[in-house]
């Protein structure tokens, strides 16, 4: 099913990227590196991600089921 996502969907991650200067992939080979930066920046992420998951949980458990 299509849903309709907030404006600031696709806008957010790109700022956050730009902002912190890592993507996902090169964050993480960053961290192996011990830069400093790249430790926040994949704290901030997974963290990102856990909200967001508990998020949809709460919307799928609140969703009528489908008939």
Do not use: D, N
Request: positive net charge; hydrophobic residues 45%.
């Amino acid at each position: 099913m299509y849903r309709r996502h907030p404006p600031w969907h696709q806008a957010a991650p790109r700022f956050a990227r730009g902002f912190a200067g890592f993507c996902p992939g090169p964050g993480l080979v960053a961290l192996g590196m011990g830069e400093g930066k790249a430790l926040v920046f994949t704290a901030a992420m997974l963290t990102g991600m856990i909200v967001f998951e508990g998020i949809e949980r709460r919307k799928s458990l609140r969703a009528e089921p489908a008939i």
